[in-house]
């Protein structure tokens, strides 16, 4: 079985970059986007039915029981499947889509999560996606809400738990850098 | 304001240990069972009364409504004055006693949670404490159960939310030694 390192993360935490930046220090490769636009490839699906209906999806498609979850869980089956594959090929990071849970038996995980105040994560947005802080707050809790919807039908899992990672980091506090640095290191040893 | 190592540990997972052990790096003390003590002698209690209405206080005593929460509430009190008093005294590592809480605006906190999972924390226990391992399930749930009740009801604080450490850590998972070195480097940097 091949180590992969699954990073789950709030949204504006910095968990993609560091999610990239452990993997290039560890000469690994890092799945997030681009993980998503292999499932598109591989299922056909396009890019607008894979954000309405996979991590993203809002909490009312996630809460609905009728016709709407059908599409939901083709790109769930088509993304697990995704996945599965990648952590064969090899050791890598996956960023999201409930990497931890999936390989759960399929792997030699290091299960990560990244967190972080919601001022920090607020401040990172606006610099560094250049969005404006008008809608900021809503945006944030729109996001946590839809993350935590669809980990929780997916997985039964209570998503920020720190017992469901062997590793929490809040970013906002130790910064990006020792994020980096305390998972490079517990990978490698 | 100084600043304070606080563990949050879930039983069983060698959390007491970490806190010895990194504060003897450090060169700082360590309280956990010294602070009840000191609780002891600056209230007058009894140990046996503490321990019945502190931190392992059964879920019965914690959810009732009635005479029974005083005994708590004093303890409580008390606690928090000795926890108060020591944060103030200098830098420190403080085992369970909710002192992340007790500290959130007295001192400059490095927060911690360790967990392990039920299997590692049950051969721990068996192992360190020398206890059959019979009656080990129901008594580490009923010690999740207390310490998670006893946490929400003075905090209004999900115990064992990642989102409320800066950094939690899998003792299981990474070993004693690994954490120990983890929150070291933290602390120092």
């Given amino acids: 079985m091949n180590k992969i390192i699954t990073i789950s993360r709030e949204f ?3 968990g993609r970059t560091i999610g990239r930046e452990t993997a290039k220090k560890l000469n690994i490769p890092c799945y997030d986007q681009e993980l998503i636009e292999k499932v598109q490839k591989e299922s056909g699906f396009t890019k607008e039915y894979i954000d309405k209906n ?8 996630l809460n609905s029981m009728f016709g709407t979850t059908f599409g939901r869980d083709i790109v769930w089956t088509s993304q697990c499947k995704v996945i599965s594959r990648l952590a064969e090929e090899g050791p890598c990071v ?26 920090k994560r607020a401040e990172r947005i606006v610099t560094l996606y250049g969005e404006s802080d008008t809608a900021i707050e809503k945006r944030i809790k729109e996001k946590d809400k839809r993350r935590s919807a669809y980990y929780k039908y997916y997985t039964e899992i209570e998503y920020g738990d720190a017992r469901n990672y062997d590793v929490a980091l809040d970013s906002g506090k130790l910064g990006i850098e020792k994020c980096v640095e305390i998972i490079t290191d517990l990978y490698k040893n």
Avoid: M, Q
């Fill in 12 to 14: 504006g935490s910095g």
């Fill in 54 to 61: 996979g991590e993203n999806a809002s909490t009312s498609i």
């Fill in 94 to 119: 996956i960023v999201g889509r409930c990497a931890d849970y999936v390989l759960r038996e399929k792997a030699e995980l290091l299960k990560v999560f990244i967190h972080a105040s919601y001022e």
